[in-house]
């Protein structure tokens, strides 16, 4: 990588360097929302944008001043038919992000139903390279640590955010991902923190992909042996350790969608809410909040 949306007032942007303020030009204009069309890379201000890039549309949400020791930056990764307003109702990782210190990028894939692959080639992936690009752009423009940048995936967008680990893994803190998962064959040498979640019950993604992934991750990073963490009643932990010492975390859950149907365990764990990709059912670990939990304790 180059070293480089609760909404905001128009004058209130984050307290970090655009371009401008690096080589002495002026800042640029404010835009509204939905006025970045024809942009590869957010405005530097607080709240929500939309910005378009090529057929991809991304949702960026910025908190009004980072933190001390800077901020971070939350690539969130929808699944198939999904928007990047799908993702944040799902995930809240805007939400529950924001105030943490976090950027939360949110793309959307073109189409209708929207989609990472091609429906004609799924071996064809067209718009990793825009999404990876508009990260880049961001980091730089948004003056965030590179090594800050932390990719979350559900369903097809699991399977993106795993071929990114594997393009990008030296720019990668950390790796969250949901029912799926690509590229377990080309991994990189390089350990990076994972946080990989599976239902039980999944009925469209089925749960053997868990021992797939597991199994890859051991055998590219020499993976220690299991340790099983605190679990509740419907899920169980296992975690990993690689010779590095990065740690690599196995969450696998009896939650089913309460929207019921053909999805079964397909879903995203946290509180229930009427999302058709929502877990289900009572006690049951909150996914986003464990998730930023780990990215503060990586240092944001």
């Known amino acids: 990588m180059q070293h480089e949306a609760g909404e905001g007032a128009a004058g209130d942007g984050p307290?970090?360097?655009?371009?401008?303020?690096?080589?002495?030009?002026?800042?640029?204009?404010?835009?509204?929302?939905?006025?970045?069309a024809g942009r590869c890379g957010p405005v530097a201000r607080a709240g929500r944008q939309e910005v378009h890039c090529g057929e991809v549309r991304f949702v960026v949400t910025s908190p009004g001043a980072?933190?001390?020791?800077?901020?971070?930056?939350?690539?969130?990764?929808?699944?198939?038919?999904?928007?990047?307003?799908?993702?944040?109702?799902?995930?809240?990782?805007?939400?529950?992000?924001?105030?943490?210190?976090?950027?939360?990028?949110?793309?959307?894939?073109?189409?209708?139903?929207?989609?990472?692959?091609r429906p004609e080639r799924f071996d064809l992936h067209p718009h990793d390279a825009t999404v990876w690009a508009f990260v880049?752009?961001?980091?730089?423009?948004?003056?965030?640590?590179?090594?800050?940048?932390?990719?979350?995936?559900?369903?097809?967008?699991?399977?993106?955010?795993?071929?990114?680990?594997?393009?990008?893994?030296?720019?990668?803190?950390?790796?969250?991902?949901?029912?799926g998962a690509d590229a377990l064959d080309r991994l990189p040498a390089l350990p990076v923190p994972v946080l990989y979640a599976h239902g039980r019950l999944d009925r469209v993604v089925p749960y053997a992909l868990m021992g797939a992934v597991e199994a890859a991750i051991a055998a590219a990073w020499s993976l220690g042996p299991a340790e099983v963490a605190p679990s509740g009643p419907a899920s169980s932990f296992v975690v990993r350790r690689t010779m590095a010492g990065k740690t690599v975390e196995l969450l696998s859950h009896d939650l089913v969608v309460d929207l019921a149907g053909p999805l079964g365990g397909h879903c995203w764990p946290g509180p229930a809410a009427p999302l058709p990709y929502r877990c289900g059912g009572g006690a049951q670990?909150?996914?986003?909040?464990?998730?930023?939990?780990?990215?503060d304790a990586l240092g944001r």
């Not at 670990?285 to 990215?295: E, G, M, N, S, V």
């Open 136 to 179: 880049e752009a961001s980091v730089v423009h948004l003056g965030i640590a590179p090594s800050r940048v932390h990719v979350v995936g559900f369903s097809q967008g699991a399977l993106v955010a795993f071929r990114l680990l594997a393009a990008h893994a030296a720019d990668l803190a950390s790796l969250v991902a949901v029912a």
């Open 15 to 36: 307290a970090v360097a655009t371009d401008g303020a690096r080589d002495g030009r002026a800042e640029e204009p404010v835009a509204p929302d939905g006025a970045g």
């Open 66 to 117: 980072c933190p001390e020791g800077g901020c971070g930056l939350v690539l969130d990764l929808h699944g198939y038919g999904m928007t990047a307003e799908d993702e944040e109702a799902h995930t809240r990782l805007a939400a529950l992000g924001v105030p943490r210190g976090y950027v939360v990028v949110q793309p959307s894939a073109p189409g209708w139903p929207s989609s990472w692959e």
């Open 285 to 295: 670990p909150d996914l986003t909040l464990l998730a930023l939990d780990r990215f």
